[in-house]
C-alpha cells in the first residue's frame, strides 16, 4: 500500500501563488505516472498537470504558463507551483500517483478569491 499526503492548499487572493506538495510513503516498489487532478463545485474531476518517470510533463490548457509541475524521486513527493491564479482555479486538488496500482490522495481545498 501506499500513501498519500497532499499539503499546501488555502485562501490567496486572485493572482497570488501556491505550491502544492504530495508526498508517498509505504511500500512503494517503483512510482511511475504522477498527476495533479482538481474538482470545482459541481464540475467532473480534471487533469491539472502530470509528470512521467523521465520528467516529461503535461499540461491543461487552462493551467499552461502559469503552473509547473515536478517531482523529486529521492523523496517520492511530487509539486504543483501555481501562480497568477484565478478565481476559476478553486477546487479540491488532488495527487495521483501509479505504483503498480492507481492511488489518490485526500485532497487539499484551493480558494482563489476575485
Known amino acids: 500500500q501506499v500513501q498519500l499526503v497532499e499539503s499546501g492548499g488555502g485562501l490567496v487572493q486572485a493572482g497570488g501563488s501556491l505550491r502544492l506538495s504530495c508526498a508517498a510513503s509505504?511500500?512503494?516498489?517503483?512510482?511511475?505516472?504522477m498527476r495533479w487532478y482538481r474538482q470545482a463545485p459541481g464540475k467532473q474531476r480534471e487533469l491539472v498537470a502530470a509528470i512521467g518517470s523521465g520528467g516529461t510533463t503535461d499540461y491543461a490548457d487552462s493551467v499552461k504558463g502559469r503552473f509547473t509541475i515536478s517531482r523529486d524521486n529521492a523523496k517520492n513527493t511530487m509539486y504543483l507551483q501555481m501562480n497568477s491564479l484565478k478565481p476559476e482555479d478553486t477546487g479540491v486538488y488532488y495527487c495521483y500517483v501509479w505504483s503498480m496500482m492507481d492511488y489518490w490522495g485526500q485532497g487539499t481545498q484551493v480558494t482563489v478569491s476575485s
Open positions: 509505504g511500500s512503494i516498489v517503483i512510482i511511475r505516472n
